[in-house]
């Protein structure tokens, strides 16, 4: 059973001090780092690119992922990848190639991982689960934090491990959007194990290591219902 693992997004942190922010969040324990780039075209909103991901990778030792929120995604893979995102996670709704677009990233030597939006269905990931490491599972519509999570994805999610169990891939289920500590537990016994959060561990009033841990132990409770 894949290991839980607690993945804070930056997008919370405030922009001019990014490096900090992941100093921070690398000592507060976390497992990894989601740096959300998003290009004002698939979402309204545009955060950073691989040069500000390169700037902060040399101090910081926790693995980087992209959560690429960008139309046109194979051209920004190997910019992510050598900016140092050791995995490259691709919206399956942002190319009528994903196979190929995957399979590019994997040729890289990045690991790959496909994410589908609310809407998007199962389907959508049924034949790329040999080509990625885990499925993003949305439990927000893209583009912000601090969204209401949408508990309707829990089906969902317990529809995609079961597509993963009867594949026999060993691929591990991300849930990003409105993770916290009122909604870990019902996602964690859907099948996440790769837990996205920016608000839950941000606002923990007693800090980023408790908001880590914190969640660390709600997931693992769940898991062990
Ligand atoms: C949406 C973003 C957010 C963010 C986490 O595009 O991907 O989901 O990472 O936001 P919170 O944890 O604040 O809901």
Known sequence: ???????????????????????ELEKAGCDRIQFDVMDGQFVPVITFGADTIAAIRPVVSVPFEAHMMIEKPEQMLKPMYDAGCETLIVHAETTGHLHRTLGAARELGARAAVAINPATPPSAVAHVLDLVDHVLVMTVNPGWGGQKYIATMEPKIAAVARMIEASGYHVGIEVDGGIGTTTVAGAVTAGANLLVAGSAIFRDPEGLEHGVSDLRARALAARSG
Do not use: F, H, K, Y
């Open 1 to 23: 059973m894949p290991e839980i693992a607690i993945i804070p997004s930056v997008l919370p942190v405030d922009q001019g001090r990014l490096t900090e922010g992941c100093i």
